[in-house]
């Protein structure tokens, strides 16, 4: 069993949030396993109304993680999207002729918890599990450029101040370059 580095996670919850937990789980779905630059988009531009919730919850859970724990936002990702149910709030509306007709409004609890990927050190183990990284080649030029930071960061040889790997795009041929002129991808 591998043991979970609580250094590396950060969360938030949100509980009583005057909504279906079904109609929050169809946002939530969308969201999981994505990075929080990414994630912050998709809620802006979803046109459901349980985005603007879960959108503050990302939002905080990514400034708990700046304040708290120092860390970069960029490097941020969801690793865990929960939705329960909550408490059922019940009112009474009244009718015609004395009578009343019971209203039942659902909550839910959502917990949003976010990984750093540059302090994880089985961030390689996920990639190859998940299918980005297939016979060292890789299938996502974003994760792959995630990575050289990752590798450079454990090896030490990105420096805090200046950084020594710096990535060119040459538009005409459609090719990404770092300075030790290493292909990292190709657009043929």
Not at 18 to 47: F, N, W
Not at 91 to 101: E, I, V
Not at 144 to 167: F, G, P, S
Request: charged share 30%; aromatic share 12%.
């Amino acid at each position: 069993m591998i043991k979970k580095d609580p250094d590396v996670e950060v969360y938030a919850l949100g509980q009583h949030i005057c909504m279906s937990a079904h109609k929050a789980r169809r946002v939530i779905d969308q969201i999981r396993g994505r990075s929080y630059e990414e994630t912050l988009m998709i809620l802006e531009l979803m046109p459901y109304r349980a985005c603007y919730p879960i959108f503050k919850l990302v939002y905080s859970a990514a400034a708990n993680a700046s304040y708290n724990m120092s860390f970069n936002k960029a490097d941020l990702i969801i690793s865990k999207a929960e939705v329960s149910e909550g408490t059922i709030v019940k009112k009474l509306k009244p009718r015609a002729r004395g009578r009343s007709y019971p209203i039942k409004r659902p909550t839910c609890h959502i917990t949003i918890v976010l990984k750093d990927i540059s302090k994880d050190q089985q961030f390689y183990i996920w990639l190859r599990k998940y299918g980005w990284i297939y016979k060292d080649k890789y299938t996502d030029i974003r994760d792959r450029y995630l990575y050289m930071i990752y590798r450079d960061r454990i090896r030490h040889r990105m420096k805090w101040a200046n950084i020594e790997n710096e990535v060119l795009w040459d538009s005409e041929n459609g090719v990404l370059w770092d300075s030790e002129n290493e292909v990292l991808w190709d657009k043929k």
